[in-house]
């Protein structure tokens, strides 16, 4: 068995783990350090660390303290690491804690998080996923059961001082030019709910005033959530720190390219197989700002298909130019009304956009003045058929069970 570094008790509050952090900052310590060449288990929380019930209710989502995500293990130190080094990470498995076989898919309510399609979902939602194996299913969205492409949504290395504070600057000039904005053009670094590892003292308020939030992807990888990141894949991550400083954390057993509802995929606590090793100078033999990685081997084999088209015209009609988010926001719109027909509810249809292994494509952006997305729904995860036929749409879903919603206080 290879060693487990970073244990977690999911009965302890996260805060008092000095092996998690939830900022960006070089100046957390390693919570542990290994050799190159070597293969190590991190076990991690959910990314809201705890916060989010497998219960009926969506009262958690609406609630939960954003400001205090994402709850991270790490960050690991490999030795001989120095900047201008890619680290490689081999991502030799991902899985479910034993202890803990479920997860959630949330819709946060526009007051709180927002998602892709806040508009038309304001409201919060959740739905619980059961995890079997390889397999999964909601008791919230009957119909659908699909095997997990797992992995980790947030995976990246400490940024440098220099690397920070252009992060720091260039979000919070975007928040400037519409600071009351909901929900938010950005977040900006918030001290209060900060867990720096283990950093104490002045040293650690210092830092958790500055410490990037880890909701977007950067330079360094981050909560990239890329669903096709997935255990078997090679990652190549840009170091600029001394012991370039590891972190994982918001695993997911599945999610749909967009992770569209915010909260998009199935979020679960777990564990990380990993071995990691150096290419020194990799950064500037390769040309390399942003990681690269290699697929899995492995991977669901899911062949069959319906596609959405979406043209970057948005819900009024009006016209955009070459708007690719626009064009996407379509796509995810036309498949839930399509997905309706069968009986779904709107939230039933987001929530599997969000969290099977739904694809996403650029598929045109020269032909002015429209772009073009598709969305590729996996017609294999229903245990109906969803195709088009020239009898119509057969009601397969009675509408007993839906997502649990919650008002807005
Ligand atoms: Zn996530």
């Known amino acids: 068995m290879p060693e487990t570094l970073i244990k977690v008790d999911l009965a302890q509050s996260p805060y008092q783990n000095e092996k998690i952090h939830t900022r960006w900052h070089p100046d957390i310590p390693m919570a542990v350090w290994v050799n190159p060449g070597e293969d190590f288990r991190l076990e991690t929380y959910d990314w809201t660390g705890g916060a989010i019930k497998n219960d009926d209710s969506a009262d958690d989502v609406r609630d939960v303290d954003l400001s205090t995500v994402h709850f991270l293990s790490g960050p690991v130190g490999v030795k001989g690491a120095q900047p201008g080094d890619l680290l490689v990470v081999d991502l ?24 892709f399609l806040t508009e038309h979902f304001p409201l919060a939602h959740k739905s619980i996923w059961d995890i079997q194996g390889m397999f999964t299913h909601s008791r919230h969205i009957p119909g659908v059961n699909f095997a997990g492409l797992i992995h980790p949504g947030l995976i990246g290395c400490l940024p440098d001082h220099k690397m920070l504070e252009k992060w720091n600057e260039r979000e919070g000039a975007l928040i400037a030019t519409d600071p009351d904005r909901v929900p938010g053009l950005a977040n900006p670094p918030y001290g209060a709910t900060a867990h720096m590892g283990k950093l104490k003292g002045d040293a650690k308020e210092a830092a958790a005033a500055k410490g990037a939030r880890t909701v977007p992807p950067r330079e360094h990888g981050g909560n990239c959530d890329i669903k096709d990141l997935s255990r078997g894949s090679k990652i190549y991550f840009p170091v600029y720190v001394d012991g370039a400083g590891l972190s994982v954390g918001d695993l997911h057993f599945s999610q749909g390219d967009g992770e569209i509802s915010f909260c998009g995929a199935i979020e679960m606590a777990g564990w990380v197989h990993m071995k990691v090793s ?73 929530s599997i956009l969000g969290t099977a292994p739904v694809q996403g494509h650029i ?46 206080k």
């Open 278 to 350: 150096l290419i020194k100078g990799g950064m500037a033999k390769y040309g390399i700002t942003n990681p690269i990685f290699k697929p899995s081997p492995i991977t669901p084999n899911y062949r069959d298909y319906l596609i959405f088209e979406g043209i970057s015209v948005d819900e009024q009609g009006k016209q955009h130019y070459l708007d690719v988010t626009i064009a996407y926001r379509q796509a995810c719109l036309n498949a839930i009304e399509y997905m309706k027909k069968f009986g779904y509810s709107g939230a039933q249809a987001y």
């Open 363 to 408: 598929s045109g952006v020269v032909d002015v003045p429209n772009a073009c997305a598709t969305l590729w729904l996996p017609t294999e995860i229903f245990d109906f058929d969803i195709n088009p036929t020239a009898e119509g749409p057969v009601k397969m879903i009675t509408r007993d069970v839906d997502l649990p919603m919650s008002q807005d």
């Open 92 to 115: 030799l498995d991902v899985g479910a804690r034993d202890d803990s076989l479920w997860g959630f898919n949330g819709v946060f309510s526009k007051k709180n998080g927002g998602g």
